[in-house]
């Protein structure tokens, strides 16, 4: 392999473009025997002359003129190569793989999107909102490197950062007698025929353990891949539900009504999820700390 410099390949383009070796020295910062040192190490690297000097004149060799080209596009991509990852750095360029759960995609994430865009309005942002499962899913394969869901428990292969704990709710019709009280128990809505999402799910699982908890049996009247497909039913007098406290206004957009649960509840940690052992890039590290900025200062 040939040992070839950078600062040797900008010498010789320099010196071709001024065919003078004085001039060329002082554009480069160098003294001439610095610069003469440069070109022999290239000459010498290469195995022949690139430069023909006389006392008088600088010519290229017929080889240094068919490298000259190259050299100078060998320069004008490290340059560009150079400016790119500079860019990405301060955050003038930069993308940002996300995944989230729909909830917070479509409840909380805009409120940190929106000052993110505005501070380093040139970083691509590219959101996938998909369930909790699958954001889990998208950072192990690293087809994203930041993940929005609930606490997946301890993985060896992913870190969790929490940023807040989130309570569940009870989800009922707009006429349901349970209304009538400020809160409702798990027991009360385990026995009003329980609408959940389907196995596998994080969620149901929480939701059966609780109910399981309060010696009830755990027997959905319903099952729904979608919350907002379980809001809905809800809506329209199908049974009830217990949901992320983060879903509620989509539950209220579907026409149900929320309550707090009695007691003990339930909550669940929801936090960043990212690869162990894989650095951020500068942008989705950016992200990140905004992300942190914005819930755990409260």
């Known amino acids: 392999?040939?040992?070839?410099?950078?600062?040797?390949?900008?010498?010789?383009?320099?010196?071709?473009?001024?065919?003078?070796?004085?001039?060329?020295?002082?554009?480069?910062?160098?003294?001439?025997?610095?610069?003469?040192?440069?070109?022999?190490?290239?000459?010498?690297?290469?195995?022949?002359?690139?430069?023909?000097?006389?006392?008088?004149?600088?010519?290229?060799?017929?080889?240094?003129?068919?490298?000259?080209?190259?050299?100078?596009?060998?320069?004008?991509?490290?340059?560009?190569?150079?400016?790119?990852?500079?860019?990405?750095?301060?955050?003038?360029?930069?993308?940002?793989?996300?995944?989230?759960?729909?909830?917070?995609?479509?409840?909380?994430?805009?409120?940190?999107?929106?000052?993110?865009?505005?501070?380093?309005?040139?970083?691509?942002?590219?959101?996938?909102?998909?369930?909790?499962?699958?954001?889990?899913?998208?950072?192990?394969?690293?087809?994203?490197?930041?993940?929005?869901?609930?606490?997946?428990?301890?993985?060896?292969?992913?870190?969790?950062s929490p940023l807040f704990e989130d309570r569940f709710v009870a989800v009922m019709p707009p006429n349901h007698p349970l209304l009538q009280s400020r809160k409702a128990s798990i027991k009360q809505l385990a026995r009003h025929g329980l609408i959940t999402l389907q196995s596998p799910s994080h969620i149901g699982d929480l939701i059966r353990k609780a109910v399981e908890a309060e010696q009830e049996e755990f027997q959905p009247a319903l099952e729904a891949h979608q919350l907002m497909t379980v809001g809905r039913m809800v809506a329209t007098g199908l049974g009830v539900s217990i949901v992320p406290a983060l879903c509620q206004p989509m539950m209220e957009m579907a026409g149900a009504r929320c309550l707090m649960l009695q007691g003990k509840g339930i909550s669940e940690r929801v936090g960043i999820v990212t690869r162990r052992r894989y650095p951020l890039s500068a942008a989705s590290q950016a992200l990140f700390t905004f992300l942190q900025q914005r819930y755990l200062k409260k």
């Open 1 to 160: 392999m040939l040992n070839v410099t950078i600062k040797q390949v900008r010498a010789f383009v320099t010196v071709a473009r001024c065919r003078s070796f004085a001039e060329a020295a002082d554009q480069l910062f160098l003294s001439q025997p610095a610069l003469s040192v440069a070109i022999k190490g290239l000459e010498d690297a290469l195995g022949g002359k690139l430069l023909v000097r006389s006392t008088r004149t600088l010519a290229l060799s017929p080889e240094g003129e068919a490298f000259l080209p190259t050299a100078q596009r060998l320069l004008a991509d490290w340059d560009t190569a150079l400016s790119d990852v500079s860019s990405q750095f301060a955050l003038r360029t930069g993308r940002v793989s996300l995944a989230s759960m729909p909830s917070f995609a479509a409840g909380l994430l805009p409120e940190v999107l929106t000052p993110f865009k505005h501070q380093y309005p040139d970083v691509t942002i590219t959101l996938q909102d998909v369930v909790a499962e699958e954001v889990i899913a998208l950072v192990r394969s690293g087809r994203v490197e930041l993940g929005i869901c609930f606490d997946p428990g301890k993985q060896e292969d992913l870190q969790f």
